[in-house]
């Protein structure tokens, strides 16, 4: 099996460019938060923070009239300590509806939404980026721990059925059901659409796992691959034999393209001889899941993970099986995420009760 630090390391180097590009128009407290949680945190994490700071300073730029017009790399601590509560709930109610600028105008080109899970994310920012400043003694207080954060309420984790794991596999295997158009294009991809869907229900891989595989990372041999997991951690995951059958008849196949320049090891290519893109595998899941759960128009890479890990749990029972698999650092993370209690599961546990029995007819004699 062969290092896929390369793909990750490109990864990498992409979002610290775009971290540091950011920045640059940030205040200069903002590149120093950034650079110190780099040692505690990947590149996804400080790219969603440094898109989180420019939201939130563009807001204060434009929104507030104590801050009205500054540029946002000239704030300074004695400023960002002048932050009041008041202007951190205006910044709640500003994220559920504003506008999307052209760099360096005034012209809004996007609308934008925030619903409360997002609202929390944003205003967790924030708060990690005024601990920060707090601590290192450059604000005399805090006064982000005084907004509360969203509550979030619950929905139910969507997921496919068997019955609707099954259709989506015979789509992606016959193409019915699918346009015109695009049985067109699935003669081309059948071998590789095919392989993808049965990778994420049959091992619960991340499609950011997923798209960074090479060639190499695969062993029919012993049924395993290995998988670059969130903070760079490599481990070795197994896969049924189903998964190895698409598995080995799409790399029969992939053996026949020519990559482009740079794209020589991936396992999962594009039309265009590319690695193929997150949105690419999203778009494919969502064009199969149309026609296999119209009901269910969400489902998405993630949610095919969920259908693997909820299969997985009913079948074992055993949720620190699943949270391993899943890479989960704790196991309440998959107890919250997984642990689907079906009725099925609920009348188990009815069946499995046992009461004494006793006869009241007796009681009845009694009264008369």
Not at 301 to 312: E, G, Y
């Amino acid at each position: 099996m062969a290092d896929a630090s390369s793909y990750r390391e490109q990864i990498d180097a992409k979002r610290i460019v775009q971290i540091r590009e950011i920045a640059r128009e940030l205040p200069q407290a903002c590149g120093d938060f950034l650079r110190a949680i780099a040692v505690t945190t990947g590149t996804f994490t400080r790219l969603a923070y440094a898109i989180d700071l420019k939201t939130f300073f563009h807001f204060l730029q434009t929104e507030r009239v104590l801050f009205a017009q500054k540029p946002l790399y000239a704030f300074t601590d004695a400023d960002l300590a002048q932050l009041t509560q008041s202007d951190l709930t205006a910044y709640v109610e500003y994220l559920t509806f504003y506008y999307k600028t052209e760099p360096d105008s005034d012209v809004p080109v996007k609308a934008l939404t925030n619903h409360d899970l997002a609202i929390k994310r944003k205003l967790c920012s924030i708060r990690a980026f005024y601990e920060y400043l707090f601590k290192n003694q450059r604000i005399p207080a805090n006064v982000t721990t005084l907004v509360p954060l969203p509550k979030i309420h619950e929905k139910p984790i969507l997921r496919l059925t068997m019955d609707e794991m099954h259709k989506i596999l015979e789509q992606a295997a016959t193409g019915d059901g699918l346009t015109d158009r695009q049985k067109a294009w699935h003669k081309l991809t059948v071998k590789r659409d095919y392989a993808l869907l049965s990778l994420f229900l049959g091992t619960g891989v991340r499609v950011s796992e997923c798209i960074g595989l090479n060639i190499a990372d695969v062993n029919l041999e012993d049924n395993a691959f290995l998988v670059t997991r969130k903070g760079g951690n490599q481990v070795v995951l197994y896969f049924p034999p189903e998964v190895a059958e698409a598995l080995a008849e799409y790399l029969a196949e992939r053996e026949k393209v020519d990559p482009l320049p740079g794209h020589e090891d991936a396992l999962f290519l594009s039309m265009q001889r590319r690695r193929i893109t997150q949105r690419a595998v999203q778009n494919l899941v969502k064009k199969y899941a149309a026609i296999a759960a119209p009901l269910k128009p969400r489902i998405s890479p993630h949610k095919l993970r969920s259908t693997f890990a909820t299969n997985l749990y009913n079948k074992t029972g055993d949720i620190y099986l699943v949270a391993d698999v899943l890479g989960h650092s704790s196991v309440d993370t998959t107890r919250k995420h997984y642990a689907d209690m079906t009725d099925a599961r609920r009348r188990m546990a009815a069946e499995n009760v046992e009461l004494p029995v006793f006869d009241t007819s007796s009681a009845d004699q009694n009264k008369q």
